[in-house]
């Protein structure tokens, strides 16, 4: 069902041993969840130690493996090599506002400002952009742990995840912008004060290389062709093609490599008779007409058409069933 001149799925994999980071983007509810947890079933059935990774905010992993794996990485049943691990959010918020509370702290009595620091937190953090970072620092500290051979992250509407990464690099010019300020202050406190000493401890200079680093690190990461792709699902319907469509000319922008576009929940033509009901041969004409847009806008990046099953894809079975069909 493939465009003539379009790799597979198993095809585009054989043709990146070294391909390590996948994530499933495209609009709400098109089984991104779904086909994440059926890639990471495919990659683990080929020999490699896989980890399931979700940043979304719902269970929808536990749900779907019909197994609790919140909280931490844990084994699969039924899937040798393969674990899943759906993030705590809260916790890694938590988390990560008590660091910034902890620098904000360390500041203020460094340069002398009277103040609470909770104030300062509660300005910083409450920015909607502060949930995505830390989620963000979280994803790439589960990579940087590097435990795994290979990584699947079912990701939070892809609009966060083109996000993310545009951020890196604005993460990097941010805390270029940062250092060069705090530098020159440094050297005006120096002049300004006799009593102390010239090598003066800066943990919050070390915190922002450290930063930059990390987001320098990942970028390099996820801008590797080789190691990392970002596959697109849609629907054969308008507004699921019109979502992956923009996120495709988004990710072009910015140099980060798309895997190609998984169809999904295709009603097979063959399964439908002449006396179906009017309702159902309307929507696979739909269907149909949406095929050749899919094929016209994204024709060489479509690696699988997956058909709609008889009920959801719920539990391990169903998901092996799903994988095989993926990587047909
Ligand atoms: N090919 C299919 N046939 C039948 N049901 C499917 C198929 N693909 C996905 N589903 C079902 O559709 C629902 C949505 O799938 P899924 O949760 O994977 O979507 P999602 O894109 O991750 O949604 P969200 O945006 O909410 O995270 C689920 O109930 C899932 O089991
Ligand atoms: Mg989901």
Do not use: C
Request: zero cysteines.
């Amino acid at each position: 069902m493939n465009a003539q001149n379009a790799l597979t799925m198993r095809e585009f994999m054989d043709s990146k041993p070294q391909m390590k980071y996948i994530f499933f983007g495209g609009k709400g509810g098109v089984g991104k969840t779904v086909l994440a947890g059926a890639a990471a079933v495919a990659m683990a059935q080929r020999g490699k130690r896989v980890l399931l990774a979700s940043t979304n905010p719902v269970h929808s992993l536990s749900g779907m493996l019909g197994q609790d794996v919140f909280g931490k990485a844990t084994p699969v049943e039924g899937v040798p090599n393969l674990w899943a691990h759906e993030i705590d959010t809260r916790e890694t918020i938590e988390r990560s506002k008590q660091e910034i509370k902890e620098k904000i702290e360390w500041f203020l009595k460094y340069a002398e400002i009277k103040g609470r620091a909770d104030e300062f937190v509660e300005s910083a953090t409450m920015n909607p952009a502060f949930e995505e970072s830390a989620m963000f620092e979280n994803m790439i500290e589960i990579m940087f742990k590097d435990e795994y051979d290979f990584y699947v992250f079912d990701t939070a509407p892809t609009a966060n995840a083109r996000r993310l990464l545009g951020m890196s690099s604005v993460y990097s010019l941010w805390v270029n912008k940062m250092m060069q300020s705090r530098k020159e202050a440094q050297q005006m406190k120096l002049k300004l004060s006799f009593s102390r000493k010239k090598e003066e401890e800066d943990p919050l200079m070390d915190y922002l290389i450290s930063f930059r680093d990390r987001m320098e690190r990942a970028k390099v990461l996820l801008t590797d062709p080789e190691k990392t792709a970002f596959f697109f699902v849609t629907l054969p319907e308008a507004l699921p093609i019109a979502v992956i469509k923009r996120f495709i000319n988004w990710f072009e922008e910015f140099g980060i490599p798309i895997g190609g576009v998984v169809v999904n929940m295709r009603i097979d033509p063959s399964q439908v008779s002449e006396q179906a009901d009017e309702f159902v041969r309307n929507r696979v004409k739909m269907q149909a007409e949406y095929m050749e847009e899919i094929d016209r806008l994204f024709g060489p990046m479509v690696r699988a058409v997956l058909p709609l099953f008889e009920t959801e894809i719920r539990g391990i079975d169903m998901l092996k069933r799903t994988a095989s069909l993926l990587f047909a």
